[in-house]
């Protein structure tokens, strides 16, 4: 297999979370099957082959750069990744924080020396894929009605502008997609507040009429606008297989400061309008509540539990807090109880280990949390 010289110093994507890529080979471990079943559309059409960038920061091009989903899918870069992985090198891959490194010994990793790497060019034709990801993942429209001080530090509007006729040509590559799917796949929409993006209201309007039995959809959302856009949700519901509200509060008082812009009273309601919607629709969307751990509403999780418990929902996760740049890292540290370090993460322990949380069914943690 021929190989193509990289001079690590130069490359502009070798560090990602103080994670010095090119810098593991693994021994007898499984293959991470991500960059063959996922796909993530960023901004200006920016995609990546795995569940989150931040794992794999390495793009494979823009959507908007090939006419053929396939070009991309199948471009020099993503048959670089696949052909590292097939090697067993991970060359790409970000093993502090991905779920895959996390289950491996780290006895099993290799280090490489930080000098000139060389990386594998001849593709095997198993670095290749001939269909559509299981997972697709649309984070390319930001636009929101909240300023959430662990997301954002302004409002975001993608609905006018630049930003806007960039999100048109996205939305026809990826009605393209839409209109090829002929397996099981699942859509995943983030980005922002997702049912107020004019992007993404039209590609759901395009999923409804096309009534492709394979497609399915994971929406989260802040739960400020269902009852607003109740033609739209009833319409959308028999393709959402998830929906996903942020709650991030268990009180008015710590939802003003987690959500900024929301408003409490409207949150319980359209939880509680959206459950019986899907009720009276008769269809399989399971409801889910997320909560994200952190300073400011640790101690509400009981609260919080037992409030989404009486509206009725099927799943209420608690979730680990990430750093989007909004804070320093001094500040995400003091902020990030879930954090072992962290000088409150015992007190935070002894409230999750309650019962009621850590042995309801309904509960969903990630378990990051190693001392349970």
Request: contains cysteine.
């Amino acid at each position: 297999m021929t190989e193509r010289v990289i001079h690590i110093v130069d490359y502009h994507q070798r560090k990602n979370n103080n994670q010095v890529l090119f810098d593991k080979q693994l021994e007898d471990t499984a293959t991470c099957q991500q960059p063959w079943n996922n796909l993530i559309i960023n901004q200006q059409g920016v995609s990546y082959i795995c569940m989150s960038p931040a794992w794999l920061p390495k793009s494979i091009g823009s959507v908007l750069d090939y006419d053929n989903i396939f070009d991309l899918l199948n471009s020099y870069e993503a048959q670089s990744i696949r052909t590292e992985i097939l090697n067993n090198r991970y060359s790409y891959c970000n093993s502090n924080i991905c779920n895959f490194f996390a289950k491996i010994d780290r006895s099993k990793f290799n280090s490489v020396p930080d000098t000139d790497f060389k990386l594998l060019s001849d593709f095997p034709e198993a670095a290749k894929v001939k269909f559509l990801p299981r997972e697709i993942v649309l984070d390319f429209d930001y636009t929101c009605n909240f300023v959430c001080p662990s997301c954002r530090t302004e409002l975001i509007n993608y609905n006018k502008g630049a930003e806007a006729a960039v999100n048109d040509q996205i939305v026809e590559r990826v009605k393209n997609i839409i209109d090829n799917v002929t397996q099981p796949t699942v859509f995943r929409w983030a980005g922002g507040e997702p049912f107020i993006s004019r992007a993404y209201n039209k590609l759901w309007q395009h999923i409804i009429d096309v009534k492709n039995p394979f497609i399915q959809n994971v929406v989260q959302t802040n739960g400020s606008y269902l009852k607003k856009k109740a033609d739209l949700v009833r319409e959308f519901l028999p393709y959402i297989s998830k929906l996903v509200i942020s709650f991030d509060a268990g009180s008015a008082e710590t939802y003003s400061k987690t959500r900024v812009n929301g408003n409490w009273e409207t949150l319980l309601d359209n939880a509680r309008w959206i459950k019986n919607a899907i009720a009276e629709t008769g269809t399989n969307t399971e409801l889910i509540s997320s909560y994200v751990v952190q300073l400011a509403n640790y101690r509400e999780i009981p609260e919080y539990v037992k409030i989404c418990k009486d509206i009725g929902f099927d799943v209420i996760r608690l979730d680990k807090m990430w750093s989007w740049g909004t804070w320093s890292d001094e500040e995400f540290a003091q902020l990030n109880v879930s954090d072992s370090k962290h000088p409150n993460y015992e007190e935070f322990l002894d409230i999750i280990r309650t019962p009621d949380i850590l042995q309801d069914s309904q509960i969903r943690k990630w378990y990051w949390i190693n001392d349970l």
